[in-house]
């Protein structure tokens, strides 16, 4: 069965960077991009950017363009999203999910258990 | 950038009911529509995508349907697992969320 299993829990300070992992299993990796969202709490989802797993091309969100990076390792079937210049408004749920494209868009068919990521001083 | 606004926000109703959450997109997005649900400390879970394609898996008393800007999402009877929050997604913009909670 399709699983992503993700990195602890994080506690940082504003400025700092965190990075998080997600490691699938139970399909091929390089046959779906992986997406990440994350959710503060208390509010809704938000999307911050994908990653092909065949290629590495990575497409972010606007809003975090300059601070984020995405990668993944094709051989150990792992997902890592770093988050630089850490703020408070940063604390989140952070999950990763499997993309999967039909016509022009994609669905998240499969989803990390979440890693909280905690900004504060 | 295309918005997604869903409602009602939240919504109270008992087990057994019959339920419909609307999103609806600022332009038209043909059929490509999905619909998530989230229970409180977990992850979110696909339920329909296409606007009206069951996930594997999903209770066939959940359905969608719409295209072009107008979308629903319908539980035919409620069950007690299903109260928790929805939401519509397209492409890279979630709608905010309804709150199905028990009345």
């Known amino acids: 069965q399709v699983q992503l299993v993700q990195s602890g829990a994080e506690v940082k300070k504003p400025g700092a960077s965190v990075k998080v992992s997600c490691k699938a299993s139970?399909?091929?990796?390089?046959?779906?991009?992986i997406s990440w969202v994350r959710q503060a709490p208390g509010q809704g989802l938000e999307w911050m950017g994908w990653?092909?797993?065949?290629?590495?091309?990575?497409n972010y969100a606007q809003k975090l363009q300059g601070r984020v990076t995405m990668t993944t390792d094709t051989s150990t079937s792992t997902a890592y999203m770093e988050l630089r210049s850490l703020r408070s408004d940063d604390t989140a749920v952070y999950y990763c999910?499997?993309?999967?494209?039909?016509?022009?868009?994609?669905?998240?068919?499969?989803w990390g258990q979440g890693t909280l990521v905690t900004v504060s001083s | 950038d295309i918005q997604m606004t869903q409602s009602p926000s939240s919504l109270s109703a008992s087990v057994g009911d019959r339920v419909t959450i609307t999103c609806r997109a600022s332009?038209?997005?043909?059929?490509?529509l999905n619909w998530y649900q989230q229970k409180p400390g977990k992850a979110p879970k696909l339920l329909i995508y296409?606007?009206?394609s069951l996930q594997s898996g999903v209770p066939s008393r959940f359905s969608g349907s719409g295209s072009g800007t107008d979308f629903t999402l319908t539980i035919s009877s409620l069950q007690p697992e299903d109260f928790a929050t929805y939401y519509c997604?397209?492409?890279?913009?979630f709608g905010q969320g309804t709150k199905l909670e028990i009345k």
């Open positions: 296409a606007a009206s």
């Open positions: 997604q397209q492409r890279d913009t």
């Open positions: 990653i092909s797993a065949y290629n590495g091309n990575t």
């Open positions: 139970g399909y091929t990796f390089t046959s779906y991009g």
């Open positions: 332009q038209s997005i043909s059929s490509y």
């Open positions: 999910a499997s993309s999967h494209k039909y016509g022009s868009s994609w669905s998240f068919d499969y």
